[in-house]
Structure formats: structure tokens, C-alpha cells
Nanobody, 116 residues
Framework: EVQLVDSGGGLVQAGGSLRLSCAVS????????IGWFRQAPGKEREGVSC????????YYADSVKDRFTISSDIAKNTVYLQMTSLKPEDTAVYYC?????????WGQGTQVTVSS
């Protein structure tokens, strides 16, 4: 069974940092490109970042470039999103997904709230 469990969200002040984790099972990280997506109330889900472990390629939305970093730990079958210099507009539910840019499998979501 393919499962993704995302975690690490919380409440932080603007300028703070959080690290999100996506632990996957039922496949290894070379099977799918893993991505982070977010959805704020009243808005469509948008892609934030993706990583392919087979070729090392990464993608970042313009809104998070130079602030967020995606990485993977093959031994732990886990993908991370290190978020720094957080802004209130980063507030959303963050989901990891397998199969960028259109994931077939999703984590349950983790709430990130950035206060001003």
C-alpha cells in the first residue's frame, strides 16, 4: 500500500522557520518525483517544490525561491522541505504528493500558520 505521511507544520511568527517531513512507504523515492503543494482557504492547490532523486532535479515556485529548500534522505525514505523567512502569505495546508507535477498519491496535510 502506498502511503505518505507529512508532518512538521505549526504556528510561527513571520521570519521564522519550519521543516516539513514526508515519510513514504509502499515505494522507494526513485519511483516517483515527490513534491510539496499547498492550499489556502478559497484558493486552488498550488505546487511549491518538487524533487526527483533519479536525476537530482528540483523545482521551486517563484514565490518560495531562495527561502525554501527541498531535500531527500534515501535511507529514511523521507523528503523534507526546509522553510525559512516565512511570510504570512505562506499560511496554508501543506501536502506532499508522489508524482510531480500531478501526484497520484497524497499525504494527509499539515497546517502551517505564519503570524504577522
Amino acid at each position: 500500500e502506498v502511503q505518505l505521511v507529512d508532518s512538521g507544520g505549526g504556528l510561527v511568527q513571520a521570519g521564522g522557520s519550519l521543516r516539513l517531513s514526508c515519510a513514504v512507504s509502499g515505494f522507494t523515492l526513485d519511483d516517483y518525483a515527490i513534491g510539496w503543494f499547498r492550499q489556502a482557504p478559497g484558493k486552488e492547490r498550488e505546487g511549491v517544490s518538487c524533487i526527483s532523486t533519479t536525476d537530482g532535479r528540483t523545482y521551486y515556485a517563484d514565490s518560495v525561491k531562495d527561502r525554501f529548500t527541498i531535500s531527500s534522505d534515501i535511507a529514511k525514505n523521507t523528503v523534507y522541505l526546509q522553510m525559512t523567512s516565512l511570510k504570512p502569505e505562506d499560511t496554508a495546508v501543506y501536502y506532499c504528493g508522489a508524482g510531480c507535477p500531478s501526484p497520484e498519491y497524497w499525504g494527509q496535510g499539515t497546517q502551517v500558520t505564519v503570524s504577522s
